[in-house]
């Protein structure tokens, strides 16, 4: 079982950042895929940014540009910088980690995060 927890989520102005951190309680570079994930208003959750062993990254068209995904091993730390928020970037937002267990491949969640962007 791996465990993440988010925090960093709060209200901020339209325009501004903010910074979301994950702990992953597993050593970050034993990990196949790091996520970030939201779930706003309307929308099913959905993939937002993720970072693969070697530091690949990969993010949704939505994001692009504003959010980067970034880890520290040595804290055990994973980070959702964003910038240029929107009222659409409001939800709730959730870290994620792909892992082999066994020959089989499990991906565990956090508990959220909220995140609300105010116009």
């Known amino acids: 079982q791996v465990q993440l927890v988010e925090s960093g989520g709060g209200l901020v102005q339209a325009g501004g950042s903010l910074r979301l951190s994950c702990w992953v309680s597993?050593?970050?570079?034993?990990?196949?895929?790091l996520r970030w994930n939201r779930k706003t208003s309307g929308k099913d959750r959905e993939l937002i940014a993720a970072?693969?062993?070697?530091?690949?990254?990969h993010y949704a068209e939505s994001v692009k540009g504003r959010f980067t995904i970034s880890k520290d091993s040595a804290k055990k730390m994973v980070y959702l910088d964003m910038n240029s928020l929107t009222p659409e970037d409001s939800g709730d937002y959730y870290c994620?980690?792909?892992?082999?267990?066994?020959?089989?491949?499990?991906?565990?969640w956090g508990q959220g995060t909220h995140v609300t962007v105010s116009a």
């Open positions: 994620s980690a792909i892992t082999q267990i066994a020959s089989d491949y499990e991906e565990f």
């Open positions: 970072m693969g062993t070697f530091g690949n990254t």
């Open positions: 597993d050593r970050i570079d034993s990990i196949n895929i």
